[in-house]
């Protein structure tokens, strides 16, 4: 008969009583790599500088797959593209509101994409945020000078 703490692993350190690992097991260390993948790096580089030449000599040569390898690795893509848009002044909360009006009718118009819409909305929320921040510091500042000169309206 098979004892219960062998098939749970209750008897293991790393184990709570049902065989699960214990609350704060560290598990793999930090870094730590599988071995094929260690093995697969080292070959690769063995082997990268002969490949990057034989690459850019490709290039060179006219192949334009070579080059397109290349130029993806030099000048990444851009993941977005520069979005220019009338908004209103963005120094009060009233302003961030009407600006994201603003960018809600460019993404129901079609003149934002609702990803890039979105990027914009997260910025000016941003903004709100550091308004409403900037704002409760000096309403603060103003609670605390009322209290040191005795006024606790």
């Known amino acids: 008969m098979i004892d219960q703490a062998e098939t749970?692993?209750?008897?293991?350190?790393?184990?709570?009583?049902?065989?699960?690992?214990?609350?704060?097991?560290?598990?793999?260390?930090?870094g730590a790599r599988h071995a094929a993948l260690l093995a697969l790096d080292a070959l690769g580089a063995e082997g990268a500088a002969e490949v990057i030449r034989a690459v850019v000599e490709a290039a060179k040569g006219g192949d334009m797959r070579a080059a397109d390898i290349l130029l993806r690795r030099l000048w990444p893509e851009r993941k977005g593209r520069p979005v220019a848009m009338e908004l209103p002044p963005l120094d009060s909360a009233r302003g961030v509101a009407a600006a994201l009006g603003t960018v809600a009718e460019a993404v129901a118009g079609g003149d934002l994409t609702p990803e890039e819409g979105q990027a914009v909305a997260t910025v000016l929320e941003t903004q709100r945020r550091a308004i409403e921040t900037a704002e409760l510091e000096a309403r603060i500042a103003a609670l605390e000078a009322n209290t040191k000169r005795g006024n606790t309206r």
Not at 8 to 30: I, L, Q, S
């Open 8 to 30: 749970t692993g209750a008897d293991r350190p790393d184990r709570d009583g049902r065989g699960r690992f214990a609350p704060g097991n560290p598990g793999r260390p930090k």
